[in-house]
T-cell receptor
Framework: NAGVMQNPRHLVRRRGQEARLRCSPM?????VYWYRQLPEEGLKFMVY????????ESGMPKERFSAEFPKEGPSILRIQQVVRGDSAAYFC??????????????FGDGTRLSIL | GQQVMQIPQYQHVQEGEDFTTYCNSS?????IQWYKQRPGGHPVFLIQ?????EVKKQKRLTFQFGEAKKNSSLHITATQTTDVGTYFC????????????FGTGTRLTIIP
């Protein structure tokens, strides 16, 4: 059973370019979470999505960042006009749909984004 | 907003010594989860605690959830080199699929 798949593993962009990060959740999981992690720091929540719905985007900057989880295909985290401060590891996690119980989150290997 | 703090930030122990990390939330939690992240790796789920005062054990690891459901601890007995990594607690405030607020993490290094 494949785990959470993220690609690319490493992404290099120049300032002003766009970065697209992809995440395919575990089979049977319909909930996706995106986190950002700076070196030597913890995980900062960005956005929580279900299929075709953004449930909570309180951790995502209002400008330049967007996320989607379409009916078909992976979840996409999109960063427009990247700046050096966007350099970080971006992790995606997924969890199953079970009402009334908090579920553990399964993480992908992350995308290491470097901005030149 | 909700904040989850962990202490200590770093811990260096001799192999075979015990290790404890403490987690404190600014708000009451519905559940707390613990994750381990090896250097260069991704967070891996360890355990979830839901009930007030709950204690769970996994071999040499003991997890505790405080009575007020605002704090938690992870204790490792007789550390081994394989225990190296950063341990994060993560608090949730709503049952069901939910946003987790991750703690600041405790990085454990083992001196052989």
């Amino acid at each position: 059973n494949a785990g959470v798949m993220q690609n690319p593993r490493h992404l290099v962009r120049r300032r002003g370019q766009e970065a697209r990060l992809r995440c395919s959740p575990m089979k049977g999981h319909s909930h996706v979470y995106w986190y950002r992690q700076l070196p030597e720091e913890g995980l900062k929540f960005m956005v929580y999505l279900q299929k075709e719905n953004i449930i909570d985007e309180s951790g995502m900057p209002k400008e330049r960042f967007s996320a989607e989880f379409p009916k078909e295909g992976p979840s996409i985290l999109r960063i427009q006009q990247v700046v050096r401060g966007d350099s970080a590891a971006y992790f995606c996690a997924s969890s199953p749909t079970l009402q009334g119980e908090a579920q553990p989150q399964h993480f992908g290997d992350g995308t290491r984004l470097s901005i030149l | 907003g909700q904040q989850v703090m962990q202490i200590p930030q770093y811990q260096h122990v001799q192999e075979g010594e015990d290790f404890t990390t403490y987690c404190n939330s600014s708000t009451t939690l519905s559940n707390i989860q613990w994750y381990k992240q090896r250097p260069g790796g991704h967070p891996v789920f360890l355990i979830q605690l839901v009930k007030s005062g709950e204690v769970k054990k996994q071999k040499r690891l003991t997890f505790q959830f405080g009575e007020a459901k605002k704090n938690s601890s992870l204790h490792i007995t007789a550390t081994q080199t394989t225990d190296v990594g950063t341990y994060f607690c993560a608090g949730g405030t709503n049952f069901g699929n939910e946003k987790l607020t991750f703690g600041t993490g405790t990085r454990l290094t083992i001196i052989p």
